[in-house]
């Protein structure tokens, strides 16, 4: 089987030749992989993030379940969501390891800075929205330079179509329509005093997801699957809150997906027993992740697999840090072959790593994962 071919035969809740495989690298690691200093891939595009990790999943040759959460799907005209011309980005300060990056418009003859910077480093992700105080910087700068030489990628329906393409039977490839996450750390107090306000937010985003979802089904070039989770689900709120929230989303974008024949996808990091729960016995969810174990979340696998195994796709777990980071080729075999024991049996299972794999996990670690997959993960 290819991989396309060995993901959709488990998200159709059947028996493929093995136990599909894939770390959790979205990111880190693929950047690393292009040798170039990460404000390339996150600033100038060159390359973007999504060509990284497709250079990723072929270089290790797993199978992608890929959430390009990167391609928007404009409601408007095509050029919609392309960058507002009147809002300039401008070089504020440049080191050997890192450049921030500040916006601003013109307004009657005057420039107005953004209130936030963007810090892009040579050797890790970005950090957004910084308040330049923070970082020893004046609220507008005294100097700088305009962003240039940003490489322009196709959008909309045309990236989709370009990934897919690129893509191939190395995986498949989601969009993200919904959100299991309306609210913010930061908002945590003013939704207990204005609770009204997020109420009118999820109201405003069932329409507006359902309304993105209707125009990407139309394309003639369509996701495989989508994406409605959230990071964090349940860290900045309660399951109370997520039932009030973002779970009236989550059922109507997996019914909707169910209706069309897609399957849907959640992720969501951290502690998740619960939402798998809510997920398995009230929406049309096909598949969750990453099902992390203490102390970064609270699953237990094997009893996952023995209450929800029928009902979702369970992909997971292997601990990112404790096994993948900083343990042996031996350790990743023995935790490989202890997930797919909890897991694999009668299908619906995919061997992943908890969330995102970190910058330095050594290659030979991540080709262990997959060579067991390949070879002891037999059904």
Not at 46 to 57: S, T
Not at 249 to 269: F, R, Y
Request: charged content about 25%.
């Amino acid at each position: 089987m290819t991989s396309r071919e060995r993901l959709l035969t488990v998200l159709n809740g059947k028996i493929p030749d093995h136990v599909p495989v894939m770390p959790d690298l979205s990111n880190m690691v693929p950047v690393k992989m292009t040798g170039k200093p990460f404000w390339d891939v996150y600033l100038y595009q060159d390359p973007p993030l999504w060509k990284a990790y497709l250079g990723c999943v072929k270089y290790f040759e797993f199978d992608s379940l890929w959430d390009a959460y990167y391609v928007s799907i404009p409601l408007g005209p095509e050029n919609s969501n392309a960058t507002n011309p009147d809002i300039k980005t401008a070089i504020v300060f440049k080191s050997e390891d890192r450049i921030v990056t500040q916006n601003f418009e013109s307004v009657n003859g005057k420039r107005r800075w953004r209130e936030v910077v963007d810090v892009y480093y040579r050797d890790n992700p970005p950090n957004h929205g910084v308040a330049p105080y923070a970082i020893r910087l004046p609220k507008e700068p005294d100097r700088f330079e305009l962003v240039e030489n940003i490489r322009q990628w196709p959008v909309g329906e045309e990236l989709l179509k370009l990934l897919k393409s690129e893509l191939g039977d190395h995986g498949i490839l989601g969009i993200s329509c919904g959100s299991s996450v309306i609210i913010g750390v930061q908002e945590i107090y003013d939704y207990f005093d204005n609770p009204q306000k997020y109420y009118d937010r999820r109201d405003w985003l069932l329409d507006y997801y359902e309304k993105v979802f209707m125009k990407a089904v139309s394309f003639s070039c369509k996701p495989d699957f989508i994406s409605t989770g959230g990071s964090g689900t349940l860290i900045n709120q309660t399951p109370q809150m997520f039932r009030e929230l973002g779970l009236p989303i989550v059922k109507k974008m997996t019914a909707l997906a169910k209706e069309h024949g897609l399957p849907s996808h959640i992720h969501s990091c951290g502690p998740e027993t619960e939402l798998i729960k809510i997920c398995a016995e009230e929406t049309d969810l096909t598949v969750i992740d990453p099902l992390e174990i203490p102390p970064m979340g609270d699953c237990d696998l094997k009893e996952l697999k023995k209450l929800y195994g029928r009902k979702l796709v369970l992909k997971g777990n292997l601990h990112t840090t404790k096994v993948m980071l900083h343990g042996s080729v031996q350790d990743v075999v023995e935790a490989s072959k202890k997930a797919i024991d909890d897991g694999a049996g009668g299908g619906r299972f995919i061997l992943a790593t908890g969330d995102q794999c970190g910058r330095d996990t050594p290659y030979e670690n991540i080709f262990a994962m997959i060579e067991t997959a390949k070879t002891y993960g037999r059904y």
